[in-house]
T-cell receptor, first 118, second 112 residues
C-alpha cells in the first residue's frame, strides 16, 4: 500500500515570503514517480513537476524549487518570494513505475491550502 | 494543443438516478484515468483505461463503471446514485503509464 502525507493542512504567509510545503511518502515499490500539482479555486489540477525515484537531483524552476530526499522519503516544494497568484491547494502524489495490476493510479496527499496575503 | 475537456461541467441528480460523465483526452493521448475528489476522502483513483481496456481499478463499488472508445474518449457511469457520490470528478490523460497525467476541469456532481 502507498501513502502520501502532507501534514500542513493550511499555510498562510504574507506576499514575498518564502514558503515550503512538506510531502512525505510511503511505498514498498523501489521505483516510482513523484508529482506536485496545484489546484486553484477553479478546480482544475495543474501539473507542476514529476520526479523519478532514481533521480534525486533537486530542481529549480523560476521561483519554484523541489527537494527530493529518498533517505527520508520526502519531496518538499519551496516557493521563493511568494505572490498572491500562488494561492491554491497544492497536492503531492505518488505512482509506482510499474503496474502491480492493482489500484495503482496516482495516490494523492490530502493537500496543503496555501494562502498568500497581500 | 487543446487540453483535457470534460462534459458536463455541472450536474444535479437525485438519489437512485444514474449519470454519465464524458472526457476527451489531449490529442494523441491514449490513457485516460478518472478520480473522485471529496472534502472528506480527498482525491481517490477510480480507474484507468488504455486503448479501450481497463488497466487499473480503484476501490470503488461496482456502481462505478467506465469505458473508452477507439478515439480515446472516455465515459464514466455511476448507477443508483447515493448522496455520498456528490463530488468533483476529474479526468486525466497521458501518453502512457510512465507519463505525466494532465487533468481536465472536472465535473461537479451534486446528488440530492
Amino acid at each position: 500500500a502507498q501513502k502520501v502525507t502532507q501534514a500542513q493542512t493550511e499555510i498562510s504567509v504574507v506576499e514575498k515570503e518564502d514558503v515550503t510545503l512538506d510531502c512525505v511518502y510511503e511505498t514498498r515499490d523501489t521505483t516510482y514517480y513523484l508529482f506536485w500539482y496545484k489546484q486553484p479555486p477553479s478546480g482544475e489540477l495543474v501539473f507542476l513537476i514529476r520526479r523519478n525515484s532514481f533521480d534525486e537531483q533537486n530542481e529549480i524552476s523560476g521561483r519554484y524549487s523541489w527537494n527530493f530526499q529518498k533517505s527520508t522519503s520526502s519531496f518538499n516544494f519551496t516557493i521563493t518570494a511568494s505572490q498572491v497568484v500562488d494561492s491554491a491547494v497544492y497536492f503531492c502524489a505518488l505512482r509506482p513505475m510499474y503496474s502491480g495490476g492493482g489500484a495503482d493510479g496516482l495516490t494523492f496527499g490530502k493537500g496543503t491550502h496555501l494562502i498568500i496575503q497581500p | 494543443k487543446a487540453g483535457v475537456t470534460q462534459t458536463p461541467r455541472y450536474l444535479i441528480k437525485t438519489r437512485g438516478q444514474q449519470v454519465t460523465l464524458s472526457c476527451s483526452p489531449i490529442s494523441g493521448h491514449r490513457s485516460v484515468s478518472w478520480y473522485q475528489q471529496t472534502p472528506g476522502q480527498g482525491l481517490q483513483f477510480l480507474f484507468e483505461y488504455f486503448s479501450e481496456t481497463q488497466r487499473n481499478k480503484g476501490n470503488f463499488p461496482g456502481r462505478f463503471s467506465g469505458r473508452q472508445f477507439s478515439n480515446s474518449r472516455s465515459e464514466m457511469n455511476v448507477s443508483t446514485l447515493e448522496l455520498g457520490d456528490s463530488a468533483l470528478y476529474l479526468c486525466a490523460s497521458s501518453s502512457g503509464r510512465g507519463d505525466t497525467q494532465y487533468f481536465g476541469p472536472g465535473t461537479r456532481l451534486t446528488v440530492l
